[in-house]
């Protein structure tokens, strides 16, 4: 399992927050049989599926340059924290409406030492703050009151970036913003170890 995460992150070009992840690892470890935050079966699954798959877009992030993000939905962190321990640079706002996760993310910015991390206990539609990029990841299904609500927290020039799965669901999920009319790019993703197709839906606010 460690190689498997040295070897990945050497791969994504982020070999220097390995201990840190590791850290993060062991905190979901302990956390998840009473919190059920993270569905997987064995270590692998948790570090190549939600791990490195967290990580995949960084190359696109890096280029773009925003240094505000916002993790929609953010669960047990995931994609923030990782992001987060990548782009020391970065701000990042951790939003989670379920009170128990919230707990999780607390203790593990303790825990892990997150600097560039707050935490926000709070529904999505409340925050009045903008940033440059709103992610999420299992959070919801992209349609055109979804888009219409997120685009209101993100600053102009800024994006919306969804972690998506099969380029033919991603069809499905994009035909119903057509209306919109919005700039959008479908990224190919290539996460290390994992042969299953992922995509990042990149939406661009004018």
Request: aromatic share 8%; net charge negative; with cysteine.
């Amino acid at each position: 399992m460690n190689e498997t995460l040295k070897s990945g992150l050497e791969t994504l070009g982020c070999p220097e927050i390995y201990e840190k992840l590791l850290e993060y690892f062991h905190e979901i470890k302990l956390w998840n049989t009473r919190y059920g935050l993270v569905n997987f079966s064995e270590d692998r699954e948790l570090i190549v599926k939600h791990f490195l798959d967290c990580l995949a877009p960084l190359e696109p992030f890096k280029k773009w340059g925003s240094l505000r993000f916002a993790d929609i939905g953010s669960g047990a962190g995931l994609p923030g924290i990782p992001l987060s321990l990548a782009l020391p640079e970065c701000r990042f706002t951790l939003v989670e409406k379920q009170a128990k996760r919230v707990r999780f993310l607390e203790n593990t910015q303790l825990m892990v030492g997150l600097p560039n991390v707050e935490i926000l206990n709070v529904n999505f539609e409340s925050l009045e703050s903008s940033y440059d990029l709103v992610t999420f990841r299992a959070f919801t299904p992209l349609d055109t009151e979804v888009v219409l609500k997120l685009l209101k927290l993100v600053a102009p020039g800024g994006r919306i970036a969804a972690y998506k799965a099969r380029k033919q669901s991603i069809d499905l999920e994009l035909k119903a913003l057509e209306s919109l009319n919005l700039p959008l790019e479908v990224i190919p993703l290539k996460v290390p170890f994992l042969d299953d197709e992922r995509h990042l839906v990149v939406i661009h606010k004018v």
